[in-house]
């Protein structure tokens, strides 16, 4: 069976950039050497328009017209170290997102006369076209001119007014202040998640350091997949919530906003405008499992030889007013009111509105786009492409009868046990016992910590295992909803390569009523060594019973396994091969830390057309690709068949 080995992962969340490991290293900075420290400061500066390169070592304040001191990185990383960590992971939603503190609505009112008036009748002028096409019975007209009536209502007028309101939740996972991905490439007015999706595919596509035509010039056209979406859909003006708001506010419907809401749309984008794909185009929905549901088709995919290169992830850009309300009206977003009731207290820590397992009352909205590269074994051999683990199963179950479609069931024990004892199948029980991590759904709510923590503890128990480090990402990032696990995924590989395991630094403690006999977790981060990291179990519970678990293994471990199957000769000529794709990448990240990140979007470049496509019986030839796709010509129903 084909193993999937993850070769690259890009992106951007409340953190900061995924290639690299930038968002990792933000989450950890404070146990990071003072080199990498100052580089993931020096580069969310860059990020956030606080500064600007000046030449290859230098920078200058962002306002500055070039008559100023250039300022070293460790200047830089000195004077704006407070910014920069003010400026990201959860925090007070910005007034550049919406005005939290006065939100513009339109609020109800009935309108009738003074008392004074002897009629008691409501008189105005209205401009004849912007009568109703049906008159309210209680409306008569008289003319005044050939543009103007004069209307008479008699009894109540119900109007609404303009009016601003206090946002009751006013905490969100955002991306780093400052950072407009719109400003990075001709955007079109598209929508923020779709300007994510873009930026998302980009950055992991260039963080793998071989070239996209080297990597089609080895396999069929065809042999690609992307598979995204976003849980939600796009909801911003530019889409369905401008759509929706349009006609309420006396405006028109754009041409663009039902298309550009779709939730398959960053599929659509990034196969587009990104990598010119002809492959699957795939996008699965499932709340909060979204990303694992995705990955779940790639893999299978990738294992079954149906495809040889995946890129999967998600875009969600749910910081608005209208999702945000929805939300809250559930109770399940952590308000303001309710954080003072719980912690005792009249001022709200918004930095720490997002708390998994500790005493808490609903989760944080965040933004984010994850996406990663996944190739089969023999492709990645064969390229040299990196390595940073692998994937080798993605379990979801369902939770079957339920009397509340939000309430938890059985389907999260079910994925969990799976996802554990297929991982011990793979790298022994020891391994997992002593070498393992899981990284929670943990999403910051009172019966999220209860339910989940038991299912980890019991699935413990039945594995001995006796400390199991969990880590909820949460905490720093917010829900994301579709791109959730696949920010639990970058994390667990920044776990990998450093050692660390992020702990849940917005909790004093953990709460009581958690779980946790065999369980450790708690708000400081704990640390070890990347060799006694070799498996990451994701877990993921979303709204109506979408739980998925899945197991990923380290880049250590992933190598032993290439090694078995290929030998030691063969991983010296990966090696070999390998030191080139590091290099082309460490290019890219170093120049994406100067702020050289933007999207590849392909508008309308290098179009295929219908007279460049050749058919034949076994295959089709198109102008541009290196190899043809064949066609299916073997009965996989021989025995059933004549």
Known sequence: MRLPVIVSMGGVNAAGRTSGFQSFRRMVIELLPEAEQQQTLVALAVMMKLVKPSGETHFLAADDDGSGEPLTATEVAQRYREPVLDGTLVRRVETSVFDVDALHWQSPASLHAASEQVDESLKFVLSTDQLPTKLPESWTLEPIND????????????????????????????????????DLYNSRFQPRGLQMALFGATDALRAL????????????PDEV???????????DKEAYGGMHQARMKGERVTTKALVMGVN????????????????IASSSVAACATFLSNLRHAVSDLKAGKIRVAMVGNSEAPIGPELMDGFGTMGALATDANMKKLYGTDEVDHRRASRPFGENCGFTIGESCQYFILMDDALAMELGAPCLGAVTDVFVDADGTKKSISAPGPGNH???????????????????????????????TPQNRVSESQIFDQVAEAFDIKEWPVVAVKAYLGHTIAPA?????????????????PGIPTIDAVADDVH?????????????????????????????????????????????MLSKRYGESAMKAYFRRRAASVQASENYLSAADKGEYAPIY?????MIDEANIEISETCISIKGFANSISLPTDNHYQDMTD
């Open 414 to 444: 079910i994925s969990m046990a799976k996802a554990v004892a297929a991982a011990s199948a793979i790298v022994g029980k020891a391994a997992v016992r002593d070498r393992s991590f899981v990284l929670a759904h943990g999403s910051s």
């Open 225 to 235: 997949g992307v598979y995204s979406s976003s849980g939600f859909g796009q909801m």
């Open 485 to 501: 696990s696949a920010d639990q995924l970058a994390t667990a590989l920044g776990s990998f390569k450093y050692g660390i395991l």
């Open 209 to 220: 350091g071989i070239d996209w035509n080297t990597v089609l010039e080895h396999i069929e």
């Open 264 to 279: 398959s749309m960053p599929t659509d984008f990034i196969n587009a405008y990104v990598l010119a794909n002809v492959g």
């Open 602 to 606: 392909r508008f309308g470049e290098d």
């Open 147 to 182: 543009a103007e009536v004069q209307v008479t209502v008699t009894g109540h007028l119900d109007v609404k007014l303009d009016n601003f309101r206090d946002f009751p939740v006013k905490a969100a996972g955002q991306l780093p202040s400052g950072f407009e991905i719109a």
């Open 516 to 560: 946790q006999d065999r369980l450790k977790m708690g708000p400081d981060h704990q640390t070890t060594t990347p060799e006694k990291l070799e498996v990451a179990i994701l877990n993921s519970k979303g709204f109506g019973g979408n739980n998925a678990s899945a197991v990923v293994l380290s880049p250590g471990r992933t190598e032993a």
